[in-house]
């Protein structure tokens, strides 16, 4: 398998790139966006990632006149105008990220936002799992040449064999998800993750909406996820679709050190006798025929 670099990490199948997906977790403050990165670096996370759409043109006139109550107003277009960021704003995640030392991108929606996305140097581009059909979407992204990240959720191998095809092999992640907000444990079905890795030879993440940390940590201990994403937020009390299938900011915390405790335990699979357990041997060894 090959290995993929993003920023200045290489990724490859002994190595765990974490992902703190803010989305659109900030409702729309640049404050709560910044406080979100601060807190996905603490804990040790090695990216944050946004969504990022034209708004005019991923949705139709008829969709964002249709009545929608939010904090933003009573339209739908009122909601997705006032979730989104403009230039202004991610100039000020670009600036704080990078202080932070913590990568930043985002999954484009259409082709003005890839150009968008660009502009910034992005070090990496994630396909979300609504768009994994949009042949225009993805050759535009393999057009970039930058590491892409691609989400399997409600598609099928078929399906997920032509996006392949599509964006070529090199500098390519999938990612096992399941698009349900929050999902069940029950259907989370993590060894796909394998049938995945088998089926084509790349690396292989997980992108999980759960709410607890133990499905991920499987994901990476026992199925070798090599990516890790997960949705983060301050409160999980607070508004928005995509809240209560998040981590707060102690979930964030036990996740990486579950994570790196985890592969600890794991060892290099050697069954040796430690220099520790010599002065435990003679003491409690009574019998030793061979």
Do not use: Q
């Given at each position: 398998m090959k290995e993929v670099t993003?920023?200045?990490?290489?990724?490859?199948?002994e190595s765990t790139y974490l992902i703190a997906e803010i989305g659109i977790n900030h409702n729309g403050s640049i404050d709560t966006a910044k406080e979100l990165i601060k807190v996905a670096s603490e804990a040790g996370f090695n990216a944050v990632k946004f969504q990022k759409r034209t708004v005019n043109v991923v949705y139709s006139v008829?969709?964002?006149?249709?009545?929608?109550?939010?904090?933003?107003?009573?339209?739908?277009?009122d909601l997705k105008r006032g979730l989104e960021f403009g230039k202004s704003e991610y100039i000020e995640i670009d600036r704080y990220a990078r202080e932070l030392g913590i990568d930043w991108f985002a999954s484009p929606w259409d082709l003005e936002s890839i150009d968008f996305l660009e502009d910034f140097k992005v070090v990496a581009h994630k396909v979300a799992s609504a768009s994994l059909t949009d042949k225009?979407?993805?050759?535009?992204?393999k057009a970039t040449g930058k590491p892409i990240i691609l989400s399997t959720g409600m598609s099928n191998i078929g399906q997920i064999s032509s996006a392949v095809k599509i964006l070529g092999t090199e500098n390519l992640i999938l990612m096992h998800t399941?698009?349900?907000?929050?999902?069940?444990?029950?259907?989370?079905?993590?060894?796909?993750i394998d049938t995945l890795r088998k089926e084509f030879g790349l690396l292989v993440g997980y992108s999980g909406h759960e709410v607890g940390v133990l499905p991920s940590v499987v994901a990476v201990s026992k199925y070798n996820a090599c990516v890790l994403e997960r949705h983060i937020t301050l409160d999980r009390s607070m508004w928005g679709s995509d809240q209560s299938a998040s981590l707060e900011p102690n979930g964030m915390n036990r996740l990486v050190q579950y994570i790196r405790e985890a592969k600890e335990v794991e060892g290099d699979g050697t069954k040796r006798v430690l220099d520790q357990e010599i002065a435990i041997q003679e003491k409690l060894r009574r019998v030793t025929d061979f």
């Open positions: 993003i920023g200045n990490t290489k990724i490859n199948a008829e969709e964002l006149a249709k009545p929608r109550e939010s904090i933003f107003g009573k339209t739908n277009g225009s979407l993805l050759l535009k992204l399941v698009s349900t907000y929050p999902a069940k444990n029950h259907d989370l079905n993590l060894s796909v």
